[in-house]
């Protein structure tokens, strides 16, 4: 009876082990089927996207491309961050400026992000920094929001330990509020990269010279779908890859102080 129930707890070990890979595998040959069923060119099977994503590589056009992109998501993605977290710590310790600013949030919120976009490009040019504008504006309020609730919800306990100890704030924010946000900092960090790529593209199709959202829109032109699905697979993989080798590890490395 152990034997039999020690072999279960393996098998179900080994199937939880390789279950990602079964479903990608899945999901692989169900695109092949409707594929091959639908036999169109707006349906491409696996095959020949992997032969115009190599392509793709081998050309450097897929390379320069990305690197123009992620160029943009690292700069925006960092300035919202930075900008972000230190005013929504504010707005969360601030009733008074919180209630100042509250509508001021409400409505960047709920500002669509085309609208933003046409209106940088409008106002500053069809120049860098004002894509870069567009999407810091756009992917802010997110992160104000996120971690002025955080804040809200810091132990009360923790910061009048802090207080009766003569912590620095320097000391406070490091030792006793940042751990403390670090699941809303996470929480920002991982739907910031959702959001911020797919604005990005917008600003790219929008405005710019280079860039996926650039090259995508070519191939809409073109109904060149085989690049398209290319080009999207390629920048999901390195999110993906962000997440696997950057945010898991330093998310893992927050959380030890809870052991």
Same mark, same amino acid.
């Not at 199937?15 to 092949?32: E, G």
């Not at 897929?62 to 998501?73: D, E, V």
């Given at each position: 009876?152990?034997?039999?129930?020690?072999?279960?707890?393996?098998?179900?070990?080994?199937?939880?082990?390789?279950?990602?890979?079964?479903?990608?595998?899945?999901?692989?040959?169900?695109?092949?089927?409707?594929?091959?069923?639908?036999?169109?060119?707006?349906?491409?099977?696996?095959?020949?996207?992997?032969?115009?994503?190599?392509?793709?590589?081998?050309?450097?056009?897929?390379?320069?491309?990305?690197?123009?992109?992620?160029?943009?998501?690292?700069?925006?993605?960092?300035?919202?961050? *930075?900008?972000?977290?230190?005013? =929504?710590?504010?707005? +969360?310790?601030?009733?008074? /400026?919180?209630? #100042? @600013?509250?509508?001021?949030?409400?409505?960047?919120?709920?500002?669509?992000?085309?609208?933003?976009?046409?209106?940088?490009?409008?106002?500053?040019?069809?120049?860098?920094?004002?894509?870069?504008?567009?999407?810091?504006?756009?992917?802010?309020?997110?992160?104000?929001?996120?971690?002025?609730?955080?804040?809200?919800?810091?132990?009360?306990?923790?910061?009048?330990?802090?207080?009766?100890?003569?912590?620095?704030?320097?000391?406070?924010?490091?030792?006793?509020?940042?751990?403390?946000?670090?699941?809303?900092?996470?929480?920002?960090?991982?739907?910031?990269?959702?959001?911020?790529?797919?604005?990005? *593209?917008?600003?790219?199709?929008? =405005?710019?010279?280079? +860039?996926?959202?650039?090259? /995508?829109?070519? #191939? @809409?032109?073109?109904?060149?779908?085989?690049?398209?699905?290319?080009?999207?697979?390629?920048?999901?993989?390195?999110?993906?890859?962000?997440?696997?080798?950057?945010?898991?590890?330093?998310?893992?490395?927050?959380?030890?102080?809870?052991?």
């Amino acid at each position: 009876m152990e034997t039999m129930c020690y072999f279960k707890a393996k098998l179900i070990m080994t199937i939880n082990k390789y279950l990602p890979t079964l479903s990608l595998l899945i999901f692989l040959a169900v695109w092949q089927g409707v594929a091959s069923y639908l036999h169109s060119n707006t349906l491409p099977t696996p095959q020949v996207v992997a032969i115009v994503f190599w392509q793709a590589i081998v050309s450097g056009q897929l390379p320069y491309h990305l690197g123009a992109t992620l160029l943009r998501l690292v700069v925006s993605f960092s300035i919202s961050m *930075l900008l972000g977290c230190a005013i =929504g710590i504010v707005l +969360g310790r601030n009733k008074a /400026l919180n209630a #100042f @600013f509250d509508n001021w949030l409400v409505i960047f919120l709920n500002v669509p992000a085309l609208v933003t976009i046409i209106l940088c490009y409008v106002w500053f040019g069809l120049v860098e920094s004002a894509a870069i504008l567009a999407v810091v504006i756009n992917k802010l309020p997110n992160v104000i929001v996120t971690i002025r609730e955080g804040t809200r919800a810091l132990d009360t306990d923790l910061m009048d330990m802090a207080r009766c100890y003569h912590f620095s704030k320097t000391k406070t924010l490091r030792h006793v509020i940042l751990p403390q946000l670090q699941p809303f900092l996470m929480g920002a960090t991982r739907s910031g990269l959702a959001l911020i790529w797919k604005i990005i *593209l917008v600003v790219e199709l929008l =405005g710019r010279s280079n +860039g996926m959202g650039y090259q /995508l829109h070519l #191939f @809409f032109q073109m109904f060149d779908v085989a690049s398209i699905l290319a080009y999207t697979i390629a920048f999901v993989a390195v999110i993906q890859l962000i997440e696997l080798l950057i945010l898991k590890p330093l998310d893992k490395q927050a959380l030890r102080w809870r052991r």
